[in-house]
């Protein structure tokens, strides 16, 4: 099994006394993996980020980080090798993204200077770096915020819901650049979000938690695999008609979706295969089939059980 850069046993938090927040969660996030954190509003994902952060204390259980549990003697050790967006950044809005990082700069320890300029680089802010962040877009902001993250060349990078409020362009140029930093230069991502398809377009791996407790973790490939055993897909068909006549004589169960569209499950793509062949030999024109369950779906069956 490869090393696992986040790990996390037992862990319990509660703000009260009347519920817990987190419970007995077991994160794996191996190396140079795009981890995705998914859950719904309220499902403990910053908590979680701030218990890995030692920004909250946790109540019980352990976190280990690098391979080392997380205690008074590698706390500083081991977040030195962690960069971390969380919530806005905060930044200073009458200043520009390069006095902004110098400042960033001069609270960390044993950042060359030349870093700045090479960060800027990354995030693609070097045109706008003299710009006042005032006038920045969110994507802009959250960008420069993720330069700040970088300035340490961390291994390991968290990012809570890094997308959130960003338009499509931002989101497309954030997801551009969590790509470009996993495979560039090998950063571990850990990245919450409650957003399926988010997840499914950029992480390798995936947990999946609501209310506190882990409800699937894996890989994004075999979460698709595990769910495509029992696939729901969409047809197009000429003749609703004739197609369901023709499913009929087999016994499969469909429902209409609307004019030309039906909607059925099959137990695995070779069944898919046989039933175009049954009902092309029916002279029925199928012109489209869809595997309707992506993880978006998963993400709703695992949540609302
Ligand atoms: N400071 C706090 N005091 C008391 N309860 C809190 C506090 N912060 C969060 N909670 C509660 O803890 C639970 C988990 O919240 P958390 O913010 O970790 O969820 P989240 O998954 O990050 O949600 P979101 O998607 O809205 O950011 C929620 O029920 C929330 O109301
Ligand atoms: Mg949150």
Redesign the pocket.
């Known amino acids: 099994m490869s090393q696992l850069i986040i790990e996390t046993e037992n862990l319990n938090f509660s703000?009260?006394k009347e519920r817990k927040?987190i419970e007995n969660l077991e994160l794996k996030v191996p190396k140079g993996s795009i981890y995705g954190f998914l859950?719904?509003?309220?499902?403990?994902?910053?908590?979680?980020i701030r218990l890995i952060l030692n920004l909250l204390k946790k109540q019980s259980g352990n976190v280990t980080l690098f391979g080392e549990i997380f205690n008074a003697n590698t706390r500083i050790k081991s977040l030195s090798k962690v960069g971390a967006l969380i919530e806005n950044p905060s930044l200073y809005g009458h200043l520009n993204a390069l006095e902004n990082l110098k400042i960033a700069v001069n609270y960390r320890q044993n950042i060359a200077s030349e870093r700045i300029e090479e960060v800027l680089e990354i995030v693609k802010l070097t045109q706008a770096k003299e710009k006042k962040v005032k006038a920045y877009s969110l994507g802009m902001k959250q960008r420069l915020g993720l330069a700040i993250s970088l300035l340490s060349n961390p291994e390991l990078l968290i990012l809570?819901?890094p997308t959130n409020g960003l338009d499509p362009k931002g989101i497309i140029e954030m997801r551009t650049l969590i790509k470009e930093l996993n495979e560039k230069y090998g950063t571990t991502i850990f990245i919450?979000s409650?957003l399926l398809n988010e997840i499914e377009k950029v992480c390798t791996h995936v947990g999946i938690?609501r209310d506190?407790k882990m409800l699937y973790q894996d890989t994004v490939k075999s979460l698709k695999q595990s769910k495509s055993k029992n696939m729901i897909v969409e047809l197009e068909v000429d003749s609703v008609k004739k197609t369901i006549a023709s499913l009929e004589k087999i016994n499969k169960k469909n429902t209409v979706l609307e004019d030309s569209f039906l909607q059925l499950e099959v137990g695995s793509k070779e069944e898919i295969t046989f039933l175009i062949d049954l009902l092309r030999s029916e002279n029925v024109n199928v012109y489209q089939i869809f595997i309707k369950n992506n993880l978006e779906e998963l993400f709703l069956s695992l949540t609302e059980n």
């Not at 859950?39 to 979680?48: E, L, V, W």
Request: aromatic residues 6%.
């Open positions: 703000y009260t927040d859950g719904p509003n309220g499902s403990g994902k910053s908590t979680t809570d819901e919450s409650h938690i506190g």
